[in-house]
């Protein structure tokens, strides 16, 4: 066994004696999200080999249980050409006579009231329903058997960034994460070239407006940038005469890629020293030609899966080893998981949790078979700062030590109370709660109120323009789409989390109070405790059983564990893997 210095940086293979529940568990929690002492002890039994193939080579695993994500039936194909704002919205109308599907009306009040309604309605719709879809997501994290596929999508998924603000269509994501799945560990320049084509990347790097003689670099720059070579390892040249020039014409009609040959610039491009009439396929294969390529992405993976610090040295050693295998994901990660480096000291737990695997790996280790609704998953991302389906950038989220401060923290502990005590009585429903606004003007108008009248900002001056001669009224537009939205939205389960503390510490044997936390961090933990707060957790247990054994307290255990429970999971230590 190879240990301090020598273990560093080191990608020789564990040996079979090196291995035990230790490793196991740290495997799982990095090449997965965490599970219960149960599935770690049997990776623990396999060889260190057959642990990782079990993990890597997922494609044989059986995960028909996981539900296909059901729509609640939102799209219409009158939203394929939705208008970019409200007033384009109205302004098509006025000029067609109709848009989205909707006709002016010819006589009566507020003639755009319909389509403005419309466009509100889409734009209430698709945020509702890419809340669903990142809940689907979620519980397919936490039921899946195959956690390796769904962690290398969210490590993709903050890779090749896009988010719904932009794209205001579901369908897109929808397509991307299926892209960005059938791809997590296979041939990186396929997947490369599949986000390229795909719709949601297409729309949020603007390929629309990347036209022959008027090329837009967006995309040009975040392929190389972010997506491929990293920052300084190209010219402006290479981006203005190249990359954005071979990708004009690159579009999609709704959810199909197309080119366009009269917006495609055939012109002979100059890019990283080669010279020649290229396309946008041609621009990707030169990319990843490039040795600095292979280092950018496998530095990139291995910080996501092992950790921050890497020497330049070692950075080389590991683009070597993807260049070395074509690409190929899954047997770099094969040999990053078996090897010395990913279990030596510097490797385990020191890997700050994102909020996706904060949440994730809780529910796994305490083996639930659904994802809770009650505390809401959406509401807690949101608080705790990852969104999925809304990264904050084209270059996805930050990592590590951003995850935390002192607020951070403090809502991290707040989660761990609404896992152990669900609020159920309190809780409402955040998806029927479209705003204070609205809601405002929706008792208004159940109060009998003129429309006018109804959405006037509240202490305003009566209005001098009489409700008839309002062409639309766009307050009462964003009532309207919300309700239909609403109506329409398939709801969400909402169940507590259903697990028994009381089950797992008597299964684990523990006959009394000191026992009892050892079964929970065992449970919950992969970063010991100091003595001290060890201590202090038997004492608070005990205080709250009035006595050490627990056969005593078998009618009442329930509660005073899941304090305990909450308080290890309020450690700094739980939230690192």
Not at 321 to 333: H, M, Q, S, T, V
Not at 343 to 349: L, M
Not at 403 to 423: D, H, Q, S, Y
């Amino acid at each position: 066994m190879l240990t301090g210095y020598a273990a560093l940086e080191n990608l020789s293979p564990i040996s079979a004696a090196d291995w035990g529940y230790e490793r196991a568990a740290h495997l799982l929690e990095r090449a997965g999200f965490g599970g219960t002492p149960a599935e770690i002890e049997r990776l623990a039994r396999m060889s260190p080999e057959a642990a990782v193939a079990s993990l890597v080579d997922y494609a044989a695993v059986d995960n028909a249980h996981l539900p296909a994500f059901e729509e609640s039936g939102f799209w219409e194909p009158s939203f394929k050409d939705f208008p970019v704002s409200r007033p384009a919205a109205t302004e098509l109308a006025e000029q067609a006579g109709m848009a989205m599907g909707v006709a002016v009306k010819p006589g009566g009040d507020r003639p755009l009231q319909p389509v403005t309604n419309r466009f509100f309605y889409w734009l209430r719709a698709t945020v509702l329903e890419t809340r669903r879809l990142a809940f689907w997501w979620l519980d397919r994290m936490v039921t899946t058997n195959r956690p390796l596929e769904e962690k290398m999508t969210l490590f993709w998924h903050g890779h090749f960034a896009t988010s719904e603000e932009k794209l205001r269509d579901y369908r897109k994501i929808q397509l991307q994460l299926e892209t960005l799945r059938r791809g997590a560990t296979g041939n990186f320049g396929d997947l490369l070239i599949a986000v390229a084509k795909d719709p949601a990347m297409l729309v949020f790097l603007d390929a629309a407006q990347n036209v022959k003689g008027a090329p837009n670099e967006n995309f040009g720059r975040e392929v190389m940038e972010l997506f491929t070579m990293g920052v300084g390892n190209y010219s402006e040249d290479d981006i203005r005469e190249a990359a954005a020039r071979a990708f004009t014409g690159w579009g999609n009609d709704d959810l199909q890629f197309v080119i366009d040959p009269e917006k495609h610039d055939a012109g002979t491009k100059l890019f990283l020293g080669r010279e020649g009439n290229f396309a946008g396929e041609d621009i990707l294969r030169i990319i990843l030609e490039q040795r600095q390529t292979a280092i950018y992405i496998a530095s990139k993976i291995y910080r996501f899966f092992v950790r921050e610090e890497i020497s330049p040295e070692f950075a080389e050693k590991l683009g070597s080893l993807l260049r070395d295998n074509g690409y190929e994901i899954a047997p770099f990660l094969r040999t990053i998981f078996l090897s010395e480096d990913f279990y030596c000291e510097a490797s385990v737990a020191t890997h700050i949790k994102s909020p996706t695997e904060l949440l994730v790996s809780t529910y796994r280790k305490l083996g639930l078979i659904a994802l809770p609704g009650i505390p809401d998953p959406y509401t807690v991302s949101k608080t705790l700062g990852q969104v999925l389906l809304y990264p904050p950038t084209v270059a996805g989220w930050s990592e590590g030590r951003a995850w935390i401060t002192p607020g951070l923290l403090f809502e991290r502990a707040n989660f761990a109370r609404e896992v152990m005590f669900p609020n159920i009585i309190e809780f409402r429903d955040p998806n029927h709660n479209p705003g204070g606004e609205v809601r405002r003007v929706n008792r208004n108008i159940i109060a009998g109120m003129e429309i006018t009248a109804a959405t006037m900002e509240e202490g305003a001056a009566p209005s001098k323009v009489a409700g008839m001669q309002e062409a639309f009224n766009t307050r009462y537009a964003s009532l309207m789409g919300y309700s239909e939205a609403l109506r329409k939205l398939r709801p969400l389960p909402r169940m507590a989390a259903q697990f028994s503390l009381t089950d797992i510490v008597t299964d684990a044997g523990a006959t009394d109070a000191a026992e009892a936390v050892d079964a929970l961090i065992r449970q919950l933990l992969r970063v010991p405790l100091t003595p001290p707060a060890h201590a202090a957790l038997i004492e608070t247990l005990t205080a709250e059983l009035g006595t050490a054994d627990l056969a005593q307290a078998q009618t009442y255990l329930e509660h005073p564990l899941r304090l305990v429970a909450h308080l290890i999971m309020s450690s700094p230590q739980f939230q690192l893997a």
